[in-house]
Structure formats: structure tokens, C-alpha cells
């Protein structure tokens, strides 16, 4: 009586161990006796037991935190960069064969290469040209991490922390930088308004009429100021034709 379950117990067993449910996200890496065998997508799969053995591998993507790292750049400035990397596996067995974690790994290169080449840039190329840095960091991460199946999509600078007296540094050079601009458009402001004027003096002494209009102008804006009293010299040019026909009818 005991014999019939223990073996209907063996066959459940191993028909147990030999059916495998693979997720949509997941590939399923078979080793038959040791050896490669092949990759199994999603769905419900059968292995040989004993003979065949299978390790799954996710393929989403992986945001990995890479922590902060001393760096000293090129132009001799101590910072602490730290960044966040985006990959994916796009070779699943490579990830098993190739490599033996495949995240300490790529977190490893992701820290070195991180130091690597921020030490060979300057702290102004750093802070200004963040994007090229990031798109050269991807390119390098790539190119290493692809022998592991590994496919890099991904790398941002998040934060670059400074040392304090290097801080108060740029403050002040950014005060001077604007303090410059401001006394450069105050300059070209009185350029400017100085070759307006020298043009109109220019336009007054060659032409009398244009003098004479300004005069009266000037005598209207005077007036508008409701003032008691006003002395003005007044222009002989103005009264000259008047005298002149006075002293003929004399």
C-alpha cells in the first residue's frame, strides 16, 4: 500500500522538477549536463530532470546607483560625483557564461570608469558640458559590458559635490562676470549715446533751420514747466528781417 504512493510521490516529483513557468520579462538559460544548451522564452517549459538545469534572467531594465566617488579633476579640483546607470541584458546566456555577476560587475565598471573620466576633464567642462560627458561615459560602459551581454542605455552625473571654498570661488567669480557685463552695456550705452549726439551737433551746426526748430523746442518744453520767469538768449537770426524793415521805412 505504501509502495504505490511513494512511487506516485517520486513521478509527481519529478514531473514538478521538470516543468518551469517563465515570466514575459524573463529568458530561461539551459545547461544539459554542464553544457550550454539553449534559451527558453516565455511561457510554460519542460527540462530533462537531473540532466538539464535552467537560470532565468530578468531583461528589464535596471536603474543601478553608482556611488559616490572621490575624483580629483584635471585641473586639480577634489569633487564627489555620483551618477545612476540604466541597462539591460540583451544576451542571457552571455550573462551567465561570460560573467559571474553580472551586476557586481557592471557596477564595478561603472564606478571606475566613472573616475577614470572625470579625472581627464576640467571642473568648468564638467559643470557646463554635463551632456557630452554623460554620452562618452555610455559609449565606454557599452562597448566594455557588451562581451557580457549587457546593453548600457544609459548614464546621467547626478550630482557633483563641491568643496566649500571652491564654492565660494565661483560665487565670487560669477559677481565679477556680472559686474563686468554690467559696466561692458553701461559703456556701450554711453558710446552709443555719444555718437547720437555727436551726429545731431553735427546736423545743428550745418543747418540753421534745424538749430532754429531745436530752439523753439527747447522753449516749449521751458514753458511747460509753469515757471514765473524765464531769461533766454534769443537769437538775432530771428529778428534780424524785422530791424532790417524797420530801418528801411525809416
Known amino acids: 500500500m505504501a509502495f504505490p504512493i511513494i512511487i506516485i510521490f517520486l513521478v509527481l516529483l519529478v514531473l514538478s522538477s521538470a516543468v518551469r513557468i517563465i515570466l514575459e520579462y524573463e529568458r530561461g538559460v539551459v545547461f544539459r549536463l554542464g553544457r550550454f544548451s539553449t534559451v527558453k522564452g516565455p511561457g510554460l517549459r519542460f527540462i530533462i530532470p537531473i540532466v538539464d538545469r535552467m537560470r532565468k534572467i530578468s531583461l528589464r531594465t535596471v536603474a543601478m546607483d553608482v556611488p559616490p566617488q572621490d575624483v580629483i579633476t584635471k585641473d586639480n579640483v577634489s569633487i564627489k560625483v555620483n551618477a545612476v546607470l540604466y541597462f539591460r541584458v540583451v544576451g542571457p546566456d552571455k550573462a551567465i557564461i561570460e560573467v559571474q555577476d553580472y551586476l557586481y560587475a557592471t557596477s564595478q565598471l561603472a564606478q571606475t570608469s566613472l573616475r577614470s573620466v572625470l579625472g581627464q576633464s576640467e571642473l568648468d567642462d564638467l559643470l557646463a558640458h554635463r ?115 524797420g530801418t528801411k521805412n525809416e
Open 131 to 245: 551632456e557630452q560627458i554623460n554620452q562618452h561615459l555610455q559609449e565606454i560602459l557599452d562597448r566594455q559590458t557588451d562581451p557580457w551581454g549587457v546593453k548600457i542605455s544609459n548614464v546621467e552625473i547626478k550630482h557633483v559635490d563641491l568643496p566649500a571654498e571652491m564654492q565660494r570661488a565661483m560665487a565670487r567669480q560669477a559677481e565679477a562676470e556680472r559686474e563686468r557685463r554690467s559696466k561692458v552695456i553701461h559703456a556701450e550705452g554711453e558710446y552709443q549715446a555719444a555718437q547720437k549726439l555727436t551726429e545731431a551737433a553735427s546736423i545743428l551746426s550745418t543747418d540753421k533751420s534745424a538749430l532754429q526748430l531745436r530752439f523753439l523746442q527747447t522753449l516749449t518744453e521751458v514753458a511747460a514747466e509753469k515757471n514765473s520767469t524765464v531769461i533766454f538768449p534769443f537769437p538775432i537770426d530771428l529778428v534780424r528781417p524785422f530791424l532790417e524793415q
